[in-house]
Structure formats: C-alpha cells, structure tokens
C-alpha cells in the first residue's frame, strides 16, 4: 500500500481476460501513484488498457492481480466518492438537462434543495444556465458532454475519472471543452484522471502525463508539466508545449507505440 496521503495508488496491477485461444493480458505490472488534487492523464494506444485501468481505480473491474487504494482504502467493490465521465455522454433523453443532473442526487439521496442549487450553479459554469429545462436531443455534442460532467461534479466525489470524453467531438468543440474542464477542475480541486490518445489535451490539462506501452499495458514514463495556471490555447503555441510534446512522442516512438 502506498502513502495514506495519496489520492490513487496501484501496485503490482495485472489484469487478464480469458478467450478461445487463451488468456489475453491487458494490463502487466502497473504501478501508479496520484496525489490528490493532482490532474494525471494516462496516454496511450487504443488497446493498451487505458480505460481497463480506469475502471480497476473505479471498483467496477476487479484485477487479476496486484492492489488498488483509493483514499488510502483498498479497493474491493465499486467505489462510491468517484465521479465519472465516459466518452458517450449516457444522457435520458426523456430527462430535462436538469433532471439528467441530478441524477445523482436522487440515486445517493442528497438534500433535493441543496442539490439543485448546486446543479444549477455547475450548468451556470459550463454557460448552459439557460439550459436547464431542455431535453438532451436539444443540445450539441458539446453541450451534452457539458452535462455529463456537471453530473459527475454534483455530489462533490473527491476522485474524477474521464475516460476520453472529448474523443467524439470536433477540434473547436474539444478546444471550449478542455477550458471548461479545467476551470472546473481549478474550482473544485478534485483529483482527476484523464483518458486520452491527444498529446496536445494531456499536456494542456495536466500536471503529469502517464505514458502507457501498447498491450499488455504497462507505465513506460512519467512526465511532470510545469506550466503556469490557469492556462490558455495560446500556451499550445509556445516553445515549452512544443518541448514537451517532442518529449512524449520521442517516448511513443521508442517504444513503438506509433507503429
């Protein structure tokens, strides 16, 4: 086990799925640690165990072998302070964009009162105060990806996981919607851990970028971003992200991840 001060740590972390030909391994040795109120994304290639590993930390996939503590807890069953985000917004579309908030409100039976002030403050930061009574087939890619994240913020877990949120959605849209997040993020200071094949969006967002190999997935480097906050598209621009974006895909080629 790791540092009770620590937000996520995995040891030892393998994972195996059984299949007519034999056992395909996912994930081997992974060792993680993420401190809290830290923003990691984990890059990788499709197939590499990314979004496996995500769901391990979550307790909705067990592991082979190897531990995970969330909190300085072992993790054993699915894990309630945790709010996620998938790529898919999973949305009701009979359910007005308020209503698809608080969801969480009404599936972990907080205060209804308190819970819809929150609500309605979260859809005011995303710019969709004056969405509330909308249906979800009303709204842009963007607009519904907005809510899924305000769903996931609402009961205030201390552990966010975003599992390629953005990957559907158009290079300006993905633009508006990494500035929300991280506004989001700078306001709450929750821990995030962030799924993404973008170089450019894990080094925008993060504070450390995790590398992962192709499968079996393992953590092939570490790298910390020193960039000032909050930070703007323009930083992308700079001689510091373009060093850091050489530095990773200099990573990726070595390890083959490109071919």
């Avoid at 039976?109 to 105060?129: H, S, T």
């Avoid at 506004?183 to 925008?204: C, D, G, K, M, N």
Wanted: include cysteine; hydrophobic fraction near 45%.
């Amino acid at each position: 086990m790791g540092d009770v001060g620590e937000a996520v740590h995995a040891s030892g972390v393998r994972k195996s799925y059984p299949s007519r030909t034999g056992s395909i391994v996912a994930l081997v040795d992974v060792d993680l640690s993420i401190k809290s109120q830290e923003f990691v994304s984990i890059l990788g290639p499709s197939g590499c165990g990314k979004s496996t590993l995500l769901m391990i930390i979550a307790g909705l996939v067990p592991a082979t072998a190897g531990t995970v503590h969330v909190g300085g807890r072992p993790v054993v069953k699915p894990i309630t302070d945790v709010g996620i985000v998938f790529q898919r917004d999973l949305l009701f579309d009979w359910r007005t964009v308020l209503g698809n908030v608080m969801l969480q409100a009404e599936i972990r039976k907080l205060d209804r009162k308190k819970a819809q002030a929150r609500a309605l403050a979260l859809l005011e930061q995303v710019g969709l105060g004056g969405f509330s009574d909308h249906r979800p087939w009303e709204l842009s890619g963007g607009m519904r990806q907005r809510v899924a994240l305000c769903r996931a913020l609402l009961h205030e877990a201390s552990l966010l996981l975003l599992d390629e949120p953005f990957g559907a959605l158009d290079a300006m849209t993905r633009d508006e919607m990494n500035l929300d997040l991280q506004r989001l993020w700078w306001t709450e200071r929750r821990t995030a851990v962030f799924i993404t094949h973008s170089i450019p969006e894990a080094i925008f967002l993060s504070d450390r970028v995790i590398v992962m190999s192709p499968r079996p997935g393992r953590v092939v480097a570490e790298i910390p971003i020193e960039l000032p906050r909050p930070r703007t598209l323009a930083i992308r621009d700079g001689d510091v992200f373009a060093e850091y974006q050489r530095q990773i895909r200099k990573v990726i080629e070595t390890m083959d991840v490109l071919s």
